[in-house]
Nanobody, 119 residues
Framework: QVQLVESGGGLVQAGGSLRLSCAAS????????MGWYRQAPGNERELVAG???????TYADSVKGRFTISRDKGNSTLSLQMNRLKPEDSAVYYC?????????????WGQGTQGTVSS
């Protein structure tokens, strides 16, 4: 079993930054896919950024150049640095992990953390 606990959400003005963290425990390995998803009211949950094999990353077009995903060497913490935030980035952000390396194939979810960007 894998447990994921997010932290770091909050309220920030447009153009500001937030850093999200996800503490992972259980059977999670360096090669496992991990990612950040978000869901705004009325929208489907979408993959914002993902990492697999500990180093291969992918980003949604809407956040490229502004967000950076990383995973610490101990593989226990996943982070998302969000810069130049826009009001449309407001959403509940979820940490997710897969049973294998496949990007976008989550099996485990955190409880979510709210990120709100004011204009």
């Amino acid at each position: 079993q894998v447990q994921l606990v997010e932290s770091g959400g909050g309220l920030v003005q447009a153009g500001g930054s937030l850093r999200l963290s996800c503490a992972a425990s259980g059977r999670i390995f360096a090669d496992n896919f991990m990612g950040w998803y978000r869901q705004a009211p009325g929208n489907e949950r979408e993959l914002v950024a993902g990492i697999t094999f500990g180093r291969v990353t992918t980003y949604a077009d809407s956040v490229k150049g502004r967000f950076t995903i990383s995973r610490d060497k101990g593989n226990s913490t996943l982070s998302l640095q969000m810069n130049r935030l826009k009001p449309e980035d407001s959403a509940v952000y979820y940490c997710a992990a897969g049973r294998g390396w496949k990007i976008g194939d989550p099996a485990y979810w955190g409880q979510g953390t709210q990120g709100t960007v004011s204009s």
